[in-house]
């Protein structure tokens, strides 16, 4: 490796996209930006009401111009030159509808406005009944094809998504021929390769979300296929077969789009992957650590040799796949609808009366009204936070359930809701928070519970993204319900440094993500420690956590 070898790592995440630049020897952050999405920030082609989430490609072409270009200011001509590969991670499962040069729908003009044609972000729900229906049809199929996929497949996924959209838009059906996750169109895109039927997929997203695996020859049969609805009959062929790790090249950044980035033609582009699962390895994780990614939702990723753990299933996870988080071991991804969102939630609803009511006012300026809803929206989870963690464990007499978003982990069931119990006229703000915090908290110790219900151990955790960063309130709650330590890693970019990792292993400067891994990575921040008080406290309100979503459960089906 040269000394001033560089490489890039491209992180899209839900409202943004960001570009780090490091050194290929340390991990060293160079220079990195961030763009966020325009029509996203709008609230385009959403409707929250009906859990409806699009995302249009130019957001993330946009994007990537404005973080790689930024990042590149940042780094200096000299770093710039010296790239000698880069990496794209997204959130997932994130498809798009394509044409036969690959070309999502709505990049061309009679679908340019259309929702459907657009990217269906890992947070659309709008595929619960299908969903349901391809759980029914492979309980009965002769292999059950979500066996790998934790035995139950989400509206969040691949297939419950494509076919939500072919029933409800027959100009869509009529124009698509094939299905893209962002994370395998993007290298497509920069390495000139876009037909989808020979374009490299990502082993991640199509082990995790879309059924993929070896013992079934890859995706789900066009009998299994076709018997869920017609409408599939004949898209498998339209599809895939073969998938990779992201150790392995898509090929090479193209003169356009190397002229487009300000970045050196030719250098490999990896094999793209899940936020998530990148961030696990930026974040440094190894065999047996729990990595937690908390933002507006979790990921939870955990990896462990294929001889060990390869030959169980894992109930009620988000799939078991080799090689989905660093190959050769087995990744296993589980996580929560619902984290930063169910925060984000009460602070929405805390603000409502001063943005309508102040909006109204006519006793101040524009400006004046702007600054102060800016000012209370800035600080209030920082004031709730600090209210609630003086108040002793158990003494808000709440218990809430964090699924406002419905449970991804465990046992996926997008059609449960969130719940608070206990309010009385003494119920304020802070009070409710915490019991919000806590409840997070308890979702996590589902997850972590039902791993090692299922005879995967978890022997450390380590915690990545801006709640982990920014919030002690909550990593100390999270930290107090598991009763375990938990490490902050140090990087504030971990999704896009791990992207880094398999950058340099795909453009030859490592052998392996793991030398990578050990060369780049930054360490840990900080460790949070189990408070054995609070711990022991907080059992009694997990049981009253899990008899309350039991109750729910039960009255929603």
């Not at 921040?525 to 039991?550: F, V």
Request: charged share 25%.
């Amino acid at each position: 490796m040269a000394v001033k070898d560089r490489v890039l790592g491209v992180d899209y995440g839900s409202d943004s996209v960001r570009a780090v630049i490091c050194d290929a020897r340390t991990g060293k952050e160079l220079g990195s930006a961030v763009s966020y999405y325009k029509r996203w920030k709008q609230g385009k082609y959403c409707a929250p009401a009906k859990n409806q989430f699009r995302q249009h490609p130019l957001d993330y072409i946009e994007g990537l111009i404005a973080a790689v270009k930024g990042a590149a200011k940042r780094a200096g001509t000299s770093a710039v030159r010296s790239i000698r590969g880069m990496a794209v991670d997204t959130t997932g499962s994130t498809p798009v509808a394509v044409d036969k040069s690959g070309t999502p729908l709505a990049l061309t003009n009679a679908f340019a406005e259309n929702p459907n044609a657009m990217f269906v972000l890992w947070k659309d729900h709008t595929a619960v009944k299908e969903a349901e229906e391809i759980n029914a049809l492979a309980k009965k199929w002769s292999i059950d094809h979500t066996k790998y996929s934790g035995g139950i497949y989400s509206s969040e996924w691949f297939f419950s998504k494509i076919l939500h959209v072919l029933r409800a838009d027959a100009k869509v059906r009529e124009a698509a021929f094939s299905w893209v996750e962002h994370c395998d169109w993007l290298p497509a895109l920069l390495t000139g390769n876009t037909d989808p039927l020979t374009l490299k997929r990502s082993r991640c997203a199509a082990g995790h979300k879309a059924m993929w695996h070896a013992d079934f020859g890859g995706l789900p049969s066009e009998e299994f296929l076709a018997a869920l609805d017609p409408l599939l009959a004949g898209i498998r062929k339209r599809l895939f077969t073969d998938t990779y790790t992201s150790d392995v090249s898509a090929g090479t950044l193209t003169p356009e789009w190397a002229a487009k980035l300000g970045l050196p033609v030719g250098i490999p582009v990896s094999v793209g992957a899940f936020d998530a699962h990148m961030g696990a390895v930026g974040g440094m994780i190894g065999p047996y650590t729990l990595s937690k990614v908390m933002g507006t939702s979790t990921c939870d990723m955990l990896i462990a040799p294929n001889a060990e753990v390869g030959g169980k299933l894992i109930k009620g996870i988000c799939g078991q796949v080799d090689g989905s988080i660093i190959p050769g071991m087995l990744g296993m991804e589980a996580g929560q609808s619902a984290f930063g969102d169910v925060y984000a939630w009460f602070k929405k609803l805390l603000l409502w009366p001063t943005q309508t009511i102040l909006g109204r006012s006519k006793s101040l300026s524009k400006k004046a009204k702007a600054k102060i809803i800016d000012e209370v929206s800035d600080a209030l989870i920082v004031e709730l936070s600090r209210s609630a963690e003086k108040m002793p464990v158990g003494d808000t007499g709440l218990v809430a359930l964090d699924w406002l978003n419905g449970r991804r982990t465990p046992d996926a069931d997008q059609l449960l809701t969130g719940a608070v119990t206990g309010l009385t006229l003494g119920t304020d703000a802070p009070m409710i928070f915490r019991a919000l915090v806590e409840a997070t908290a308890f979702g996590a110790k589902k997850i972590v519970d039902r791993f090692e219900a299922e005879g995967v151990p978890i022997k450390s955790v380590i915690a990545l993204g801006g709640i982990a960063k920014k919030s002690s309130f909550v990593m100390q709650t999270v930290c107090d319900v598991l009763g375990r330590p938990i490490k902050v890693a140090q990087s504030d970019q971990a999704c896009a440094l791990g992207a880094s990792m398999f950058a340099a292993v795909a453009a030859g400067l490592y052998r392996t993500v793991d030398d990578a891994q050990r060369a780049m990575g930054g360490g840990f921040s900080k460790e949070y420690k189990p408070d054995a008080k609070r711990t022991e406290a907080y059992r009694a309100l997990y049981e009253k956590y899990t008899k309350l979503g039991e109750f729910v459960e039960s009255r929603t089906r």
